[in-house]
C-alpha cells in the first residue's frame, strides 16, 4: 500500500516577521540608506583596521612610510622648483611651504585613487556577502584620514624646528577652520572617487587615466606655487580647482601667508557637496548590478 503525505508550509508575511535585514532587488536612487551604514559601523572600524595592518605588512620600515613619503616629495621639490625653477615660496621656508601642500593633496588624491577602484578591487567579496557597500569607500576615507593625522604632526614638528630657529608666523582666525578643510578634502575625494568608481565597472580604461589626471591636476593647485604669483590670465583656471581654496586657506590659518576668500570656500564646499550627492546616487545605481559587469 502506497501512503501519500501532503505537507502544506505557510510562509507568514512580511510584516508578521521580524526581520533584521529586508534585501530587495529594487529600490530608489534617493534611498542611500544612511542609517543602515550607521548600524554597520563596527565593520566599518574592521575594514580600516584591516587597510592600515595589510597596507605595511612585509615591509621594512612599516608605518615609517607615512613620514618618509611626504618627507622625500618635499626634498624634490625643493630641488626641482625652489633650487632649479626659482619660484616663489610667498616669502615661507620652501620646505614648510611644500609640506603643507603635499599632505593636504596627498590626503585627497589618495581618497580619491582608492576609491575609484571600489568596486573591481572588491569584486569577490560584494559576491559573497551582503553589507552596505556604500562601507567600503567610507573605510578608505577614514583610514585616510588617520595617515593624514600623522602627516599633519609631520608638518606641525617642521613648523616648530623654524620657529626655535626665530621664523616668525602670524597664525590668523582662519586656522579654526582646520576640521572643516580637513571634512572637505574627504568629500571631495569620496564624492569623485566613487563618481568614478561607478563609471569603472563597464569602463576600465578610466582607472589608467585617474592616476595620470591627477598627477596632472596637482599643478592646477597651489601645492608648488602661492595663488598670488600666478599669471592673471591663468589664475581663472587654478581657482576652479577646489582643492585651491582649501590649500590657501590652511597656509593662511596656521602660517599667515596665502589668500582666504569666503567665496572661494563656499565654491569648493558647493563643489564637494555636488560631488558627494551625485557620487552616492550615482554609487547607489550601480551597485545593484555592477557584479554582473565588473
Not at 22 to 50: A, G, T
Amino acid at each position: 500500500m502506497k501512503t501519500s503525505i501532503d505537507k502544506t508550509i505557510k510562509i507568514p508575511s512580511d510584516n508578521s516577521l521580524n526581520w533584521d535585514v529586508v534585501i530587495r532587488p529594487e529600490r530608489k536612487w534617493f534611498d542611500l540608506r544612511l542609517k543602515e551604514v550607521w548600524e554597520y559601523r563596527d565593520l566599518l572600524w574592521l575594514l580600516v583596521r584591516r587597510d592600515f595592518v595589510s597596507f605595511y605588512k612585509q615591509t621594512i620600515f612599516g608605518p615609517v612610510w607615512i613620514f618618509i613619503q611626504p618627507l622625500f616629495t618635499t626634498l624634490m621639490f625643493i630641488l626641482v622648483f625652489s633650487r632649479l625653477a626659482a619660484l616663489s615660496t610667498d616669502g615661507l621656508p620652501p620646505a614648510l611651504f611644500y609640506i603643507s601642500g603635499i599632505t593636504a593633496w596627498n590626503y585627497f588624491s589618495d581618497c580619491l585613487v582608492k576609491t575609484s577602484t571600489v568596486f573591481k578591487d572588491n569584486s569577490n567579496l560584494f559576491g559573497k556577502v551582503y553589507f552596505p557597500r556604500l562601507i567600503m569607500p567610507l573605510s578608505i576615507i577614514v583610514s585616510n584620514l588617520f595617515r593624514y593625522l600623522i602627516q599633519f604632526i609631520l608638518f606641525l614638528l617642521i613648523m616648530m624646528y623654524y620657529l626655535l630657529r626665530g621664523f616668525d608666523f602670524e597664525p590668523t582666525w582662519s586656522i579654526t577652520l582646520f576640521p572643516f578643510l580637513v571634512a572637505l578634502m574627504a568629500a571631495l575625494g569620496l564624492g569623485s572617487g566613487i563618481l568614478i568608481s561607478a563609471m569603472t565597472t563597464k569602463y576600465r580604461d578610466l582607472s589608467f587615466l585617474v592616476i595620470f589626471g591627477v598627477q596632472l591636476f596637482m599643478y592646477a593647485t597651489t601645492v608648488i606655487y602661492p595663488l598670488s604669483t600666478a599669471p592673471l590670465k591663468y589664475r581663472w583656471i587654478i581657482e576652479l580647482n577646489p582643492m585651491t581654496a582649501i590649500i590657501e586657506t590652511f597656509r593662511y590659518g596656521f602660517l599667515g601667508r596665502g589668500s582666504f576668500s569666503w567665496g572661494s570656500l563656499s565654491y569648493s564646499c558647493a563643489v564637494a557637496l555636488v560631488l558627494v550627492l551625485t557620487g552616492m546616487i550615482v554609487f547607489n545605481k550601480v551597485e545593484k548590478d555592477f557584479i554582473d559587469t565588473v
